[in-house]
């Protein structure tokens, strides 16, 4: 007898530093990318504000009424904590203090 065949699904993550989580949950004709974040329960389990979720499928941000395909994996983003651009120029500040937006004045 052939095996039968796997329901399809999808999978919804979150991920802070101390701890990841998936949950995989099975996919339905028009489901959005909203209705697996709330089927998850990952909002509540990591206290997240709906109204403020960034979320993404396969690495890319989208709107919440993104439909799904099977296979799909919704991830929920964390806020940055600072702007990358911001970031690297306080890191370029430090190290060199003469320097103005990336590039060393010279003589």
Do not use: C, K
Request: hydrophobic share 35%; glycine share 8%; net charge neutral.
């Amino acid at each position: 007898m052939a095996p039968l065949p796997e329901a399809p699904t999808i999978e919804v993550t979150h991920a802070r530093p101390e701890r990841q989580r998936v949950v995989e949950l099975p996919f339905t004709e028009g489901m959005t990318a909203l209705d697996a974040v709330e089927a998850s329960g990952l909002v509540e389990e990591f206290a997240l504000d709906p109204a403020t979720l960034a979320i993404g499928v396969h690495g890319r941000r989208v709107d919440g009424s993104r439909l799904l395909s099977a296979g799909d994996r919704v991830e929920i983003y964390r806020p940055l904590a600072v702007d990358p651009r911001e970031a690297r120029r306080r890191s370029v500040q430090q190290q060199n203090p003469d320097s103005r937006r990336g590039r060393v004045r010279r003589g």
